[in-house]
């Protein structure tokens, strides 16, 4: 990256991360999910494509701190003139910008790299649409122990960089803050991926829960789970949900009358549904399976 464009993307990233900052918390509404997708390229190379969703109100302004081990990982193109993200082309159509700025070492680690990534619009209030967000190319280092991961900076785990304490800000065209939830992306070199777990089924009787069960794949290893969900059935829009993975092939999605979304004006349904998604990850290797498919479909009843 040349210095002029160097200072560019620094300051975009600055003055919406300032923004950002100004948003009172007390303001604080719904909130912004969002995952990692690696699909392996070529010589331990690999895309990373990043997904969002959002609870309520989408964001109409983002700032990532993407922190990385950069003995593990490189990012492509090594060639810093050259951009390393892509803003996903629904953004780009929607009058959505994206700005970079690669920091090579965190002030109280040496060892550990920031890639910050800023989304905004100059015009109008829509919002970021949900889905596919934006990609980067990247390397891992041959025969590694650990697999390498990719984390956000968010309130509980902040990053020290260029003396200041930042953390990954998202808020809605009104100056809402929206929280961040930020599934770490752990990459496995030459991952065996397990195979998807089958038989979903997601209940439709309960008026604040759905109750969903599967069946474990045939496989060697065990194996541990976790749910994603969306109100479509595009795993695109998939969030994961706020559980820690499990070896139960059963769990209870809860809601709250906050949380429950009412039926649109006029409308006489008479269920609320949402679509689920579960993944197994190998516990010896840390390898995931693909999502289950096709999408079960859950609902609340009103």
Not at 17 to 44: D, F, K
Not at 86 to 104: D, K, N, P, R, V
Not at 228 to 237: G, N, Q, T
Request: with cysteine; net charge negative; glycine share 4%.
């Amino acid at each position: 990256m040349t210095r002029n464009a160097y200072y560019y993307t620094s300051c975009a990233v600055a003055q919406v991360l300032a923004a950002l900052l100004n948003i009172a918390a007390a303001n604080a509404s719904g909130q912004v999910y969002l995952r990692v997708e690696t699909t392996p390229t070529e010589a331990n190379g690999y895309t990373a494509n990043v997904f969002q969703n959002a609870i309520e109100e989408p964001a109409a302004a983002l700032v990532l701190f993407l922190t990385y081990d950069n003995h593990q990982v490189t990012l492509l193109p090594a060639d810093a003139s050259v951009n390393h993200v892509q803003l996903a082309q629904q953004q780009q159509q929607a009058g959505f910008i994206i700005s970079e700025t690669l920091y090579e070492a965190l002030d109280d680690s040496e060892e550990k790299s920031c890639l910050a990534v800023a989304i905004y619009k100059t015009s109008d209030t829509i919002g970021l649409s949900p889905g596919a967000l934006f990609s980067f190319q990247l390397q891992i280092a041959p025969n590694l122990d650990t697999p390498a991961q990719i984390e956000a900076a968010t309130a509980d785990s902040p990053i020290q960089l260029n003396g200041s304490q930042l953390t990954s800000s998202a808020s809605t065209a009104d100056e809402v803050a929206l929280p961040l939830f930020f599934e770490t992306a752990s990459i496995v070199g030459n991952c065996a991926q397990p195979p998807a777990p089958r038989e979903v089924k997601a209940s439709r009787r309960y008026r604040d829960k759905i109750i969903i069960t599967w069946a474990p794949p045939q496989y060697e290893n065990p194996l541990e789970y976790k749910l994603y969900r969306a109100i479509s059935d595009d795993i695109a829009e998939a969030i994961p949900l706020n559980m820690p993975y499990t070896t139960d092939t059963t769990w209870t999605d809860s809601f709250t009358v906050e949380t429950i979304e009412p039926p649109p004006a006029g409308c006489n349904c008479t269920l609320i549904q949402y679509y689920y998604w579960v993944r197994a990850r190998d516990t010896l290797t840390g390898c995931l399976s693909p999502f289950s498919a096709p999408p079960a479909r859950g609902a609340l009843r009103n």
